[in-house]
């Protein structure tokens, strides 16, 4: 009999996962895989921990799988050549995996479903990343959303849409494990080491999968403190699909609002990049693409290094260089400093959180980013600049988070501040004012 293949991307887990589902209730035996993309790897640098992240989570169900007699076979390429070997080497009549919204994971997949459909195989792919995709939430129009308000208001009608089980079905349980007997049987594959890719083993300490209760309970009170262990952590474990967002968005439900609606900002940024995708290039908001930007290597090496002078914004680049994190408050405000404060193009932040983020993600790392700079889908107006100071006093008061950052605040060595405010705020003014005029 011919073998299924499930083919693990950004859903890095057996439970609750859409695609692993359907692959495991129909009658061919799943082989499963994943792919080390070197396209993506060959970018990234040699001790980047998210390498080691994925990695050790691929072999925690590599593991699994073979307590169940099959195992998980990992590949180590481009992705289109591999599945050319995949297809020679073995008899397969099916491939499943999750959808993936991204503009390089797309057309990675339309080429990948070109091959197969040429070699007769089927390509059967799901939702599983996010909750509402493509057209489930739109304007009456058939049009996406582009502001979030009226986004998270007809999301949350459409969770009530369809009720199963007490439960929105969109929020419903695939419940792989009743399937897993049909696991195709194999021996325990070998596995690639990093060295082999060429990535050192990261020391970094990831954060956990679990957690308390009471976060999420006092959520909407905490989450702004940077100061205080407020918030999930959730991102890395969201980002590659360790955690399943059904799962998650059921218990933000029942426990706390708020936290409900930051997963569904998650959703709308994916839709944004889907729908959207001119914004990994450019402005959301094209008229944006005008403004004159600046750019001094050594402002922007001191906004890198956390040595601007603003101790919040520092502390927060000094979390983010040292653990791979930064807290939601603080993102905005060194975004909003760099390109509002500074006036440095917002691709270059984007690109720096990129490289440093554990949780980075195309879709929300560039809304995020647009937001702050005004250029995206924030229905606020550009003129809207945080002022560092206030921001630290309303969120930070007692400077919790700053003396854990950056100890020699308060003390001759803290260096001067690298531009005034006053003077930074209207010079962002004028430049914005002018370049949409
Ligand atoms: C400039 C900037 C860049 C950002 N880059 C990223 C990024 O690369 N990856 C990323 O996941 N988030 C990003 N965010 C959003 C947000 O800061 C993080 O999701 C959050 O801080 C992660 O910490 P947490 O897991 O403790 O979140 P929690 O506050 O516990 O929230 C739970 C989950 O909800 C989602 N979420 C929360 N806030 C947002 C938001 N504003 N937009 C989209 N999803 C959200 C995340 O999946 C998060 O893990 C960015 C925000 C800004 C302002």
């Not at 459909?117 to 582009?146: A, Q, R, W």
């Not at 440095?344 to 980013?369: I, P, Q, V």
Request: proline share 4%.
């Amino acid at each position: 009999m011919k073998n299924a293949i499930f083919w693990f991307r950004r859903d890095l887990r057996l439970a609750d996962n859409a695609g692993l589902f359907h692959a495991l209730k129909q009658n061919n035996p799943v082989q499963c895989i994943f792919i080390f993309d070197k396209v993506i790897l060959d970018k990234l640098p040699k001790n980047d921990a998210r390498v080691t992240f994925i990695y050790d989570e691929l072999l925690s169900i590599k593991s699994e799988l073979e307590s169940l007699g099959s195992t998980l076979e990992m590949y180590y390429g481009n992705p289109i050549e591999v599945w050319k070997s995949i297809i020679q080497e073995k008899e397969v009549c099916k491939v499943f995996t999750n959808r993936d919204y991204e503009p390089y994971a797309k057309d990675r997949d339309k080429k990948v479903a070109e091959l197969l459909d040429k070699n007769n195989i089927s390509f059967n792919h799901f939702k599983d990343h996010i909750i509402f995709e493509g057209n489930e939430v739109c304007k009456s129009d058939g049009l996406p959303y582009t502001v979030f308000t009226p986004f998270k208001k007809k999301w949350i009608a459409k969770l009530d849409e369809k009720i199963w089980n007490k439960n929105s079905y969109f929020l419903t349980e695939y419940p792989c494990e009743k399937y897993f007997d049909n696991f195709v049987k194999s021996h325990s594959a070998s596995k690639i080491s990093l060295s082999e890719m060429g990535f050192e083993r990261s020391t970094i300490k990831f954060p956990s999968k679990i957690v308390a209760q009471k976060i999420i309970l006092k959520y909407d009170e905490q989450r702004n403190f940077p100061g205080i262990d407020g918030t999930s952590k959730l991102g890395i474990h969201f980002r590659f699909g360790t955690i399943s967002i059904r799962e998650k968005a059921r218990k933000a439900l029942a426990l706390n609002q708020v936290f409900l609606s930051e997963l569904i900002w998650r959703d709308f940024y994916a839709q944004i990049l889907d729908a959207f995708p001119h914004v990994t290039k450019g402005a959301f908001r094209p008229k944006y693409d005008k403004v004159e930007w600046r750019f001094d290597e050594q402002e922007y090496m001191a906004w890198c290094e956390g040595k601007t002078g603003y101790p919040i914004v520092d502390a927060g680049m000094r979390e983010l260089n040292t653990t791979g994190y930064m807290h939601n408050r603080v993102r905005m405000i060194v975004a909003s400093f760099l390109t509002k404060h500074l006036l440095h193009h917002w691709s270059l932040g984007e690109n720096y959180f990129a490289e440093k983020l554990l949780d980075f993600d195309l879709a929300s790392n560039s809304g995020g980013w647009q937001w702050a700079s005004g250029t995206g889908t924030d229905a606020a107006p550009y003129f809207r600049i945080f002022n560092p100071t206030s921001q630290q006093t309303k969120f930070d008061k007692d400077f919790v988070y700053i003396k854990k950052w950056v100890p020699e605040y308060g003390t001759e060595s803290y260096v001067k501040p690298i531009v005034e405010h006053k003077f930074a705020r209207e010079r962002c003014l004028s430049t914005y004012k002018s370049a949409l005029a």
